[in-house]
């Protein structure tokens, strides 16, 4: 499951639990017997981006380590339409009852994320551009959403503020200036980190690049701004990395892929993806 295995995000899903079952599932537990085993299945009520398989599983393996894995013909990252079976799971009828929500909540989430980060990618296809996520994460689930962005087919940007050196607006007002922050960064970081600046203008844009920078960030601009910012660039410096962000939208986002640049980021593939319609239906076995 790519990084996520390697994470400790599945071992939070204890917590997620928790959070959820508090001391027990009181409706389970009082109309459920334990010995009672059933079938659950997962359904897609609107065309999507599978995404999330793996950790639905895992939510039920840690409610209990004997429950089999699911069985799919599926895997994170295929497209299926409305009114597909992605999996199907048997075990303790109070084991599915007290995890579905938690599993069905991560799937849809992750679904969602990774169906609105497909469609990203659909529309620049056939430009030089790659669409790349940002920090603009829900807290806690930012290694699942990040995830979730690289099976719809993005890139990722950060994983955090120790993952790289970005110097926006805030960064070069306390440093006193652009050539000021790229000359501190430089002193401080090590050879293999790259430095990206936010800028605004031709003369930010100019400083930037005479400064230093590797990885120039074209903020709030529009598509035809972008344009000429980066045909400057490229006369610069033919090498330095675009990358262009803010106001992201579907309509819009193939027109600044085509002005030029390497890299659009786009804050609203983990800040605004909407949860996407799944079911999950038990019956007794």
Known sequence: MNFLENSDILADIGEFLREDIGRGDLTTQSIVSEDVRGMGRFLAKEDLVVCGLEVAEAVFAHLDPETPELETNFSDG????????????????????TGERVALNLMQRMSGVATLTRAYVRAIEGTGA???????????????????????????????????????????????????????????????????????????????IEAGAEIIL????????AQKLVEMARQLNPIVLLE?????DLDRVRFF????????????LTHSAKAVDISFKIQAM
């Open 218 to 225: 074209l903020d709030n601009q529009t598509p035809e701004e």
């Open 78 to 97: 295929d497209e299926v339409t409305s009114g597909t079976v992605l999996a199907t799971l048997k075990g303790y009828a109070d084991v599915l009852l």
């Open 130 to 208: 790659t669409i790349v996520d940002t920090r603009k994460t829900t807290p806690g689930l930012r290694m699942l959403e990040k995830y979730a962005v690289i099976v719809g087919g993005g890139k990722n940007h950060r994983f955090g503020l120790d993952d790289g050196v970005l110097i926006k607006d805030n960064h070069i007002a306390l440093a006193g200036g652009i050539t000021e922050a790229v000359t501190a960064a430089k002193l401080k970081v090590g050879h293999l980190h790259k430095i990206e600046v936010e800028i605004s203008n031709w003369a930010q844009l100019r400083e930037a």
């Open 257 to 268: 892929a085509e002005a030029g640049v390497d890299l659009i980021s786009v804050g609203r």
């Open 244 to 248: 262009a962000s803010g106001g992201m």
